[in-house]
């Protein structure tokens, strides 16, 4: 009997499906990635750091406490900044509000960031960086020399929400989805299908030699599902294009098969 009952249990198993189960977002193997997408940059030229905040809050990175000059990223912080200032956080925006900030953040408008920097000052800047729990940023006098971090950047991008006050908040999240398609790169087109990207990009010729590429990024399923965030940031690239290359490379191996957001 006790050998009958073996015989129907092997047979039992050999007849199961031997495809496993559909991986849960819960479940992505960010460790792996991670290490495949440091495998990749170890091979670019420069520098790269880079930020995860998985969708159970759990933060990834490599090199994610070096320092680099922001280039435009901080267009994204300088918004949020501009809209906690003085009484703003009380008032509807009005046109001249919005005519500053939809060029600064949809196609990278400098002289419009210029002037919302000018307006909310470095130490606006510095308070919200403190209020975030940044542990690594300073401001310059040039807006692009901005320091950050890839920690402090995924970290930011994750919890954006909840720094923007909240008769702003949908007009705000709502403008990172306004991208461009020419400065669309990156991220973007490695996003998970089903998923909404906010984010924002900066480039800027470094002098180390090379350029700084940066970019960061929230993504978020459109129905159900649970949120994660990104920073890449790099610097030393031989060109722009180079550094959009990497920053591609970068994403397409940690998002490689991420379950899709319905």
């Not at 129907?8 to 991670?34: D, Q």
């Not at 918004?79 to 060029?103: C, F, I, S, W």
């Not at 991008?157 to 461009?180: D, G, S, V, W």
């Not at 590429?213 to 129905?223: E, F, I, K, T």
């Amino acid at each position: 009997m006790k050998r009958l009952l073996a015989t129907a249990v092997a047979l039992l198993v050999l007849a199961a499906p031997s495809a496993a189960p559909s991986a849960t977002p819960g479940e992505y193997p960010w460790a792996k990635r991670l290490e495949d997408a440091k495998h990749f940059a170890a091979g670019r030229a420069g520098k790269v750091s880079i930020g995860i905040v998985d969708e159970d809050k759990h933060f990834h990175g490599s090199r994610a406490n070096r320092q680099y000059s922001s280039a435009s990223a901080v267009k994204v912080m300088l918004m949020v900044a501009y809209l906690r200032h003085g009484k703003q956080n009380h008032q509807p925006l009005t046109a001249g509000d919005k005519a500053l900030l939809e060029p600064m953040i949809k196609r990278s408008d400098n002289s419009s960031a210029t002037q919302v920097r000018d307006i909310v000052g470095n130490e606006g800047l510095a308070k919200l960086a403190h209020r975030a729990g940044m542990t690594k940023f300073q401001t310059d006098v040039v807006w692009g020399r901005t320091q950050i971090t890839a920690r402090d950047q995924a970290n930011w991008m994750y919890r954006i929400e909840r720094f923007i006050p909240k008769r702003h908040r949908a007009y705000a999240m709502n403008l990172l989805t306004k991208i461009i398609p020419a400065q669309s790169w990156g991220i973007p087109p490695a996003k998970p299908k089903g998923y909404v990207i906010r984010f924002k990009g900066g480039w800027a010729p470094s002098g180390n030699p090379g350029w700084t590429v940066n970019q960061v990024a929230q993504l978020d399923p459109r129905h159900g599902g649970k949120r994660f965030s990104l920073a890449i940031l790099t610097r030393g690239s031989p060109d722009r294009n180079y550094g959009i290359a990497t920053i591609r490379g970068i994403a397409q191996r940690l998002m490689k098969g991420f379950p899709g957001g319905g």
